[in-house]
């Protein structure tokens, strides 16, 4: 996993497990497209799982990811 991607999933996982995809591109001043690619490829590794809440996407930790750290 890329060092970039470790910092994004410590942000999720000191705010509770789950933030807003906007709430990671302020974060990190990162442009839309950076930021989406990024959390799909974390997806992919089956870290985060992405869904939508109130238009917006969401990204959460895995539940059995969260229940490691």
Do not use: H
């Not at 990671?24 to 997806?43: D, H, N």
């Amino acid at each position: 996993m890329r060092e970039d991607d470790k910092d994004i999933v410590r942000f999720i996982s000191e705010n509770g497990g789950e933030v807003f995809e906007s709430e990671l591109r302020k974060k990190f001043l990162q442009p839309r497209t950076t930021m989406w690619r990024a959390v799909k490829r974390l997806e992919r590794l089956g870290v985060v799982e992405i869904y939508k809440k109130d238009l917006l996407n969401m990204v959460k930790l895995r539940n059995d990811l969260e229940e490691e750290n």
